[in-house]
């Protein structure tokens, strides 16, 4: 009788009625028996392209009205989906991650299998191997990055010297003629930089930026498209490099953490799905929840990497990027970072002659040769640091944030974009140029901090201290200004210097460039800290304490605190790669945490804003104070996409089609054929949904697949699952039956219409959940609750 019932339903569901504005609408190739029986398993077919704004809740209210029942007229209930803020969905590319492990059927009879002493060693032991081997790749590919880096830059600064000493020098050539290095300087610039960031925006435009906050969004449970592929780590390697040595005013250190979140979701799924190839190996890993736990030990293993320092690599993920951790997790974090470092260490020492073992990390910032003191008495001037920095770091997070939307808003095409960049890089040269030109900042050669001391218009044996500022890479100027002895600038110099760094990195973060921020936000700060000591010194010359370089490490403190709002990675990076006493981690966190309380009372940090304008649903650690008192009943979605335990295969199919929901409550017990009210069973996946129609798992077929299938079946298909399209349900297969019985989650988590939105908000986070399943005292369905629903309701 169903079957019947569902073939009349057929003539009747072309009413254009709108209620969830997700639908989508099959291609009519199929449908009325005009498509020529297909072989037994579904082969590939075009997409749809015929989309409209019908929902699965049409096909149940045309289904009862075809049947002559009165059902609950659904449709015209608008459902709350339709309250969500449109304007932060528009584009609906974020979808989530299944934290929530699938404990089917399936995947227990992997578990019964598997579930011996031997097997979970064996299991524990491949994940170890994995760790080591991310902190070991990723090292690799930090030294991929950094040796062109450093070859390429000794080039351009040896030339630009040459060519500065040939023009300018003034016993060739008295007044100088910048003209001709300035020429060179641009070229040198605009080529790489227009190299990079042509890659980042006609090949992978997910590379621009750092990368932590895509990194960040994922180990949130957002999926992120393309944010793990060999190709979107290819070219973020290449764009570090071209930025770098364009001289564009950025650093290395996100954009590695992202590169090893790549290497981790490579190598612990044992596949590769841009070069088609699956070793068959690590498959027990295929999921997201796993998957989740190494893209957070290469996220860290990269960090570590880039700043020489395993423990603040491991705090830095905790604290910036991990949305769930638990004690295990963080050893092997911290085991996949140290043996980052080490393996960095041993490689980049082999490059330079085996010398001595000093490149813990990509950034040497030097150590400290005297160890640094503080007395009671400086606390409050760091605290005063730490304000400054916050002060100072959320007016830079604010005018980054301006430019940002006025590129989104007006730079919208992809060359423009490209052009921008070269102007960003012309700007940046020019400036230095000018500074160069009209300050006159000469010091006596022999205490010289950079490796290309440029006499300029200075006198002979002396060094222009201007020109030192610029001839080097960022990370390089943080070294002098950490470690050059008192005297080396004048107040001018600093002051002009802080200025223009400060307007750079501002306009450069948010260009289509791939740059991390640290840097030069580090290098703003040791400037004006250095800066600020200088100032004091001058007017209280007996205030011996204010060494310039101990301040210049408490400015880069204040002012990254001020910016990213972390505390204790950042100290913790800090004493690593300066090598500080411990004793010192009192003045920095003093520091830090001071810039971030003042930070946070006016901005939120940089990658949080980044990552609210680019509309990704991120759950916040705390349930957003405006849903604070409301009920489960106020911020769920009403009437739910259902699907009955034995349902029809077509039904099914048109529901995938119709609506892009990716999870539908599994209910059996329904009322008036209105599944939307029956008694909750289970969860199941759109994916899944998916695989079950292409491989036609049809009750009345079980024969043919009962022993075939597993868990592997829908592992081997992981991450990227078929679309609905790639789908053809030839008209004999229509009225098959699907049973979810071994397929859907049996537990899902379910909470009652009554309780309280902060309840059920911790445990939606907690549990790394993606859908929650409201339900009456009868176990019936009366909603559904995402992500999305804390966020924009
Ligand atoms: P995600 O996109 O997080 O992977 P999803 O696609 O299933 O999951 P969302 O996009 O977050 O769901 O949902 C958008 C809106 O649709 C939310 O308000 C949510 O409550 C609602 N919704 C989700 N699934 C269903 C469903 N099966 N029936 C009705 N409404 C749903």
């Known amino acids: 009788k169903e079957l019947q019932e569902q073939e009349t339903e057929d003539d009747d569901d072309d009413e254009p009625l709108a209620i969830h504005p997700r639908g989508a609408e099959p291609t009519g190739s199929h449908r009325g028996g005009q498509e020529p029986p297909g072989p037994d398993t579904n082969s590939i077919s075009m997409p749809s392209e015929n989309n409209s704004l019908r929902s699965a809740h049409n096909l149940e209210a045309n289904e009862g009205r075809a049947n002559g029942r009165q059902t609950e007229p659904t449709f015209y209930i608008r459902s709350r989906t339709s309250t969500l803020n449109t304007t932060a969905l528009k584009d609906d590319v974020y979808e989530s991650l299944d934290y929530d492990v699938c404990d089917n059927v399936l995947f227990k009879e992997d578990q019964k299998f598997s579930d011996n002493a031997r097997f979970n060693i064996r299991k524990d032991i491949l994940r170890w191997i994995i760790f080591i081997q991310i902190g070991v790749v990723t090292a690799l590919i930090a030294c991929v990055i950094d040796i062109p880096i450093e070859e390429l830059s000794a080039v351009k600064y040896t030339f630009l010297k040459n060519s500065v000493d040939n023009n300018v020098a003034a016993n060739i050539n008295p007044g100088g003629n910048l003209v001709i290095p300035y020429i060179y300087w641009m070229a040198m610039s605009i080529v790489p930089v227009v190299l990079g960031a042509a890659l980042v925006t006609y090949v992978e435009p997910i590379t621009a930026g750092s990368g932590m906050p895509q990194v960040k969004s994922y180990l949130n449970g957002v999926k992120i498209p393309r944010i793990v592929r060999i190709k979107t780590l290819a070219v973020k390697a290449v764009g570090v490099v071209t930025a770098v040595v364009g001289g564009l005013v950025g650093g290395k250190e996100g954009p590695m953490a992202h590169a090893g979140a790549v290497v981790a979701a490579g190598i612990s799924q044992g596949k590769s799905t841009t070069f088609v190839k699956d070793f068959r190996i690590f498959r027990a890993f295929r999921d997201d929840h796993e998957k989740r736990d190494f893209v957070l030990g290469g996220a860290a293993a990269g960090v570590a990497a880039a700043f020489g320092s395993p423990i603040g690599g491991m705090l830095f993920s905790l604290e910036e990027a991990a949305s769930f951790w638990n004690q295990n997790l963080i050893w092997r974090t911290l085991v996949a970072s140290i043996i980052s470092s080490f393996t960095l260490n041993i490689v980049l020492s082999a490059y330079h002659g085996l010398n001595n073992f000093t490149f813990t990390g990509l950034f040497n910032l030097g150590k400290f040769e005297q160890p640094l003191t503080f007395e009671y008495f400086e606390l409050p001037i760091f605290m005063l640091f730490g304000v400054t920095g916050g002060l100072l770091g959320a007016m830079w997070n604010s005018y980054n944030t301006h430019i940002n939307r006025f590129r989104s808003r007006f730079i919208k095409f992809k060359f423009a974009r490209i052009l921008e960049a070269a102007l960003v890089a012309v700007i940046g040269v020019t400036l230095a140029c000018v500074m160069i030109f009209f ?226 409550p599994v209910v059996e017990d329904v009322k008036g054929n209105n599944r939307a009210n029956g008694r909750v069973c289970g969860i199941v996946l759109r994916s899944q949904l998916i695989v079950i129609l292409l491989n036609s798992f049809y009750e009345e077929k079980k024969n043919f697949w009962e022993k075939e299938v597993s868990i592997q079946t829908f592992r081997n298909v992981y991450p990227r699952y078929p679309s609905i399209d790639s789908v053809r349900l030839p008209n004999e297969k229509e009225n098959y039956t699907v049973n979810l019985d071994i397929f859907m989650n049996p537990s899902p988590v379910r909470v009652s219409q009554c309780d309280s939105a902060s309840k059920i908000f911790k445990k939606f986070r907690a549990l790394g959940l993606r859908h929650m399943i409201v339900i009456d005292r009868e176990n019936r369905v009366v909603g559904i609750i995402t992500r999305k629903d804390f966020l924009y309701k």
């Open 439 to 664: 300050i006159n900042d000469c010091r006596p050669l022999g205490n010289d901090p950079t490796d290309y001391p440029v006499q300029l218009f200075c006198e002979d044996n002396e060094y222009n201290a201007v020109a030192a500022l610029w001839f080097q890479t960022p990370e390089a100027t943080v070294r002098s200004l950490f470690h050059d002895p008192p005297g080396s600038h004048k107040i001018l110099t600093l002051t002009v210097f802080t200025l223009v760094y400060y307007f750079l990195a501002c306009v450069t973060f948010g260009l289509n460039v791939s740059l991390g921020i640290f840097i030069p936000t580090g290098l703003v700060g040791a400037a004006w800290g250095r800066l600020v000591a200088m100032i004091i010194f001058y007017i209280f010359p007996e205030a011996t304490f204010l060494s310039p370089g101990k301040y210049a490490l408490i400015g880069a403190a204040a002012n990254l605190g001020g910016v990213l709002r972390m505390t204790i990675s950042l100290s913790v990076i800090l004493m690593e790669t300066t090598g500080v006493e411990t004793s010192f981690f009192f003045p920095l966190i003093v520091t830090l945490i001071s810039a971030k309380w003042v930070g946070d009372y006016f901005t939120e940090g940089i990658y949080d804003i980044q990552i609210k304008m680019s509309c990704v649903p991120l759950l916040p650690w705390e349930l957003l104070p405006k849903y604070k008192g409301l009920k489960a009943s106020e911020l769920m979605s009403t009437p739910v996409v259902c699907i009955k335990k034995c349902d029809s295969a077509k039904y099914i199919y048109k529901v995938l089609r119709r609506c892009k929901h990716n999870g539908f």
